[in-house]
């Protein structure tokens, strides 16, 4: 059993960074691949990004390439998200979940989820 916690979510002016972490307990995370959901208020859940936790390779969503970045600190069993430069349209909650396999594509295989953490950029 896998049990993921959210944090670091909160209120910023556009422009601004949040970190969000994503902390696991139980299997460590480097048998999975890590992804970063959000959905924002009347839109459906979209991948933001995700990482492999054995080999580090990651992917992103085009909508955050170049202004977010995925990372992962194994001794922690943590997956950091730092966005920067956020846009009002970021504004979403973020979820992080699990797959077994370095699939990186959509909601279907993921084998546990965390709660969320909201995010809200102000314009």
């Known amino acids: 059993q896998l049990q993921l916690v959210e944090s670091g979510g909160g209120l910023v002016q556009a422009g601004g960074s949040l970190r969000l972490a994503c902390t696991s307990s139980?299997?460590?995370?480097?048998?999975?691949?890590i992804n970063w959901f959000r959905q924002a208020p009347g839109k459906e859940r979209e991948e933001v990004s995700c990482?492999?936790?054995?080999?580090?390779?990651?992917h992103y969503a085009d909508s955050v390439k170049g202004r977010f970045t995925i990372s992962i600190q194994n001794a922690e069993n943590t997956v950091y998200l730092q966005m920067n430069s956020l846009k009002p349209e970021d504004t979403a909650v973020y979820y992080c979940?699990?797959?077994?396999?370095?699939?990186?594509?959509?909601?279907?295989?993921?084998?546990?989820w965390g709660k969320g953490t909201p995010v809200t950029v102000s314009s």
């Open positions: 979940a699990v797959e077994e396999y370095y699939r990186c594509s959509g909601e279907d295989g993921m084998e546990f």
């Open positions: 990482i492999s936790g054995s080999d580090g390779r990651t």
């Open positions: 139980g299997t460590p995370l480097d048998y999975y691949t």
